[in-house]
C-alpha cells in the first residue's frame, strides 16, 4: 500500500528548512533533495509503503507538534484492497467468526419452509450485506493503519455506525428497482427483444455500479444517505464511465462473480460452508474499500 504524509509547518514562524531537518533525521532524506521538493509554503510531500516507517514518522511528529503538523493520505489500488480484505480476516478471527454465525444462522431461516420466515430473513440478510459494505468505506475512510485497527473492530461498531444508512439502502433499492422495474416492462411490451436487452444491460449496469452505490450511501450519517444513493447514481451515470471509475467497476464485476461462483459452490457442500462465509465476508470488505477509492476518485476529480 502506498501512503502518502505531505508534513507542513504548524504557523509561519517555523523555518522552512526545519521540515527538511526533520525529514533528513526521520526518512535519512537527502536535506538538498528535500528542498526540492519543498512548496511554496514549507509543505513536502513523501511516499511510504510499509507501516513501520509510518509509525516512526508519526512518532516523531508527536515529539515536535508544536512546530508541524502531519497529514496523511491512503493510495490504495484496487490489488492492495484485494491483499488486505484478507489480512483482515486474518488479523481478527473474533469479528470474522461472529460474522458468518450471524450470516449463517440468518440464511438458515430463508429456507423456511413458511413463506413469511422465508421473507423476513432475505430481508435482514440484505440489511446485514448493508450495515458492513457501508461500515467498510467509512472504516477505510478514517483509520490510518487499516490492518492494525481492523483487529481492534466489533460487530457492534458496525450496527452502532450504519444501521440507519443500511435501513435506508434497503428500502431505497427495492424502491428503486420497482420503478425502474416498472418502466423496463414497459420498454419489454413495446420494444420486445429490445426491451429485454435492455434490462440485462440494466442489471449488468447496477451490479457494476454497486460499490458507488455503496459509498454514496456512506457520505454521511442518516436513512436519507442510504435511500437516496441508488437514485444519485442515475444523476451520476456519466460519472461511472469515466476514467475514475471504470477499473473499479470492472474489477468488482470480474472479482465478485468468480466470488459468489466458488462460495455457492463450496456452501453446496456443507463441509465447504466456513470457507464459503469467509469467502463472502472478503467480498463485503473488498466492496467496501472499492467503494472508498470511487468516491476518492471522484473527490480528487473535483479538486483538481
Given at each position: 500500500m502506498q501512503i502518502k504524509i505531505t508534513i507542513l509547518p504548524?504557523?509561519?514562524?517555523?523555518?522552512?528548512?526545519?521540515?527538511?531537518?526533520?525529514?533528513?533525521?526521520?526518512?535519512?532524506?537527502?536535506?538538498?533533495?528535500?528542498?526540492?521538493?519543498?512548496?511554496?509554503?514549507?509543505?513536502?510531500s513523501v511516499f511510504v509503503y510499509d507501516y513501520n516507517t509510518l509509525y516512526k514518522l508519526k512518532r516523531l511528529g508527536e515529539r515536535y507538534s508544536n512546530f508541524l503538523e502531519i497529514r496523511i493520505e491512503k493510495n490504495f489500488t484496487p490489488e492492495d484492497l484485494f491483499k488486505l480484505s484478507f489480512k483482515f480476516i486474518k488479523g481478527n478471527v473474533e469479528f470474522s467468526f461472529k460474522w458468518g454465525s450471524l450470516?449463517?444462522?440468518?440464511?438458515?431461516?430463508?429456507?423456511?419452509?413458511?413463506?413469511?420466515?422465508?421473507?423476513?430473513?432475505?430481508?435482514?440478510?440484505?440489511?446485514?450485506?448493508?450495515?458492513?459494505?457501508?461500515?467498510?468505506?467509512?472504516?477505510?475512510?478514517?483509520?490510518?493503519?487499516?490492518?492494525?485497527?481492523f483487529k481492534k473492530v466489533k460487530l457492534s461498531d458496525a450496527f452502532r455506525c450504519c444501521s440507519s444508512n443500511a435501513f435506508g439502502l434497503m428500502l431505497g433499492?427495492?424502491?428503486?428497482?420497482?420503478?425502474?422495474?416498472?418502466?423496463?416492462?414497459?420498454?419489454?411490451?413495446?420494444?420486445?427483444?429490445?426491451?429485454?436487452?435492455?434490462?440485462g444491460l440494466s442489471i449488468l449496469w447496477f451490479l457494476y455500479v454497486y460499490p458507488f452505490i455503496i459509498g454514496l450511501a456512506s457520505k454521511g450519517s442518516?436513512?436519507?444517505?442510504?435511500?437516496?444513493?441508488?437514485?444519485?447514481?442515475?444523476?451520476?451515470?456519466?460519472?461511472?464511465?469515466?476514467?475514475?471509475?471504470?477499473?473499479?467497476g470492472t474489477y468488482?464485476?470480474?472479482?465478485?462473480?468468480?466470488?459468489?461462483?466458488?462460495?455457492?459452490?463450496?456452501?453446496?457442500?456443507?463441509?465447504?460452508i466456513p470457507l464459503a462465509l469467509m469467502i463472502f465476508l472478503w467480498l463485503t470488505i473488498y466492496s467496501g474499500g472499492l467503494a472508498y477509492l470511487s468516491l476518492k476518485a471522484f473527490e480528487d476529480e473535483r479538486n483538481t
Open positions: 504548524k504557523h509561519d514562524e517555523v523555518p522552512k528548512e526545519f521540515i527538511c531537518q526533520f525529514l533528513e533525521t526521520a526518512l535519512k532524506m537527502d536535506f538538498e533533495e528535500c528542498k526540492k521538493l519543498q512548496l511554496s509554503d514549507g509543505s513536502v450470516v449463517f444462522v440468518t440464511a438458515l431461516f430463508s429456507f423456511s419452509s413458511y413463506q413469511i420466515i422465508s421473507v423476513i430473513s432475505s430481508f435482514i440478510q440484505n440489511f446485514i450485506q448493508n450495515v458492513f459494505s457501508i461500515f467498510f468505506v467509512k472504516f477505510f475512510k478514517i483509520s490510518e493503519y487499516p490492518e492494525e485497527d433499492m427495492l424502491a428503486f428497482w420497482l420503478i425502474l422495474g416498472l418502466l423496463l416492462l414497459l420498454f419489454i411490451f413495446l420494444l420486445k427483444e429490445a426491451g429485454w436487452i435492455l434490462l442518516g436513512f436519507s444517505y442510504g435511500f437516496f444513493a441508488p437514485f444519485k447514481t442515475i444523476f451520476s451515470f456519466s460519472k461511472t464511465f469515466s476514467a475514475n471509475y471504470i477499473k473499479i468488482w464485476l470480474f472479482v465478485s462473480a468468480i466470488a459468489i461462483i466458488v462460495g455457492i459452490l463450496l456452501a453446496a457442500t456443507i463441509v465447504g
